[in-house]
């Protein structure tokens, strides 16, 4: 999630291999030549380019990097040979030696393997109904084998082949969404002991509906797991979506208001707005209680999604604040008055401190104009599946 100035040039890198290949899956799809799996294009190969290994791997990042530099000279060489007829000759000759000097990557650290769905695309937009869907099949599917906290320490485990991953920490966010799809609805095999089986496949009991709203339960679970286990949101979350009913308009979509920040009140008094936030109430499941908020929410799987993330199972009292771009930044526990720089839970170095505090001279001087400084000043990167989404 962090980044700094000088890993500009690597999110450029990251950034154009997903677009390359996005962009050649659509032409693939275009010209027909592309079959559809889950109701979108499969990636036709076995292997993809890799976008985690390069965050990993800075060396082999900067061959790649060079790399394609040396291929852009050698394509414009040989374009210019064509066009220019004097030096064609030099210029034709000097394509191979580009090619030769270049600091080529190693494969296996940029070509990962690949599935059918690992340019897939959630058409869930990760709502609060789609996490409580999960919750229900990964209590039915899952839990045997990865426990209720998705660590995998359950008694079954070890008389497993492979121990179960641990969902509670940083694989998911390591997996592109399209695999994890890919890997609930076919299973997983172990390449290093002869394809042996370590995880059933679940076509028979589960569609691709179904798997979709497993990977958002996995997602909100995990970030869950992670604020009880390190007290801060490592890895960016999305405000999950919910129906939103302001006064007597018609209910509306939390994500409309997409571009604005967005608190969260869960419980208690109507809050105090505030016109640097879009405000809503989030009512407990079955509260009668009446209520003077202008917006509020009242499902009962809004109210259980959010609990999740929090990881808490007593969300009454909790502010959640959202930045522009729909991820959830900061958390005001129950009772705190006020807010500080330690409510913010997920963090970005991406602009240094001065230019938050620019942003903070133009806002009122308290806690909550400070937080919501830096928040725009420093926008998370949201790397997914090893690519910048």
Known sequence: MNSTPEADWLNLLIGLLQGAQLQLLRVLDALGLAQHVYGQPAWPWARRLSG??????????RSLAWTLVFVAVAVLALLLAFLWRRPRYYLLALVPMLLIAAPWPEPRVVLVPATPASFHASPTGFTAESIAQGRVLYQQNCVACHGANGKGEVPLA?????WPP???????????????????????????????PT??????????????????YMKAQG????????GSWPQPIGLPDMAV?????????????????????????APVEDPRLVTVLLRPPSSAVATSAD???????????????AGTEQLAGTQLIADRDGWLRARGAPGKAGWSDDDLLCRSERAPVAAAEQVAAALPADGLGALIARMDAQPVRFVKGGFIH
């Open 52 to 61: 985690e290994n390069l965050l990993i791997d800075l060396g082999q990042a």
């Open 223 to 230: 970030a869950g797991q992670s604020l009880r286990a390190l």
């Open 245 to 269: 009913r302001c006064g007597a308009q018609p209910p509306r979509l939390l994500a409309s208001w997409r571009g604005q920040r967005v608190r969260i009140v869960a419980g208690g008094a």
């Open 295 to 309: 917006c509020v929410a009242d499902s009962a799987a809004a109210w259980e999604a959010l609990a999740l993330i």
């Open 158 to 162: 070890a008389s497993l082949a492979v």
């Open 199 to 216: 995880m059933p496949s679940f076509a028979a009991k589960l569609n691709e509906a179904d798997a979709w709203a497993l990977v958002d």
């Open 166 to 196: 641990d969902l509670s920490g940083p694989l998911l966010w390591r997996r592109a969404d399209g695999d994890l799809l890919w890997r609930i609805l076919h299973g997983t095999r172990d390449a290093q002991q002869g394809g042996q």
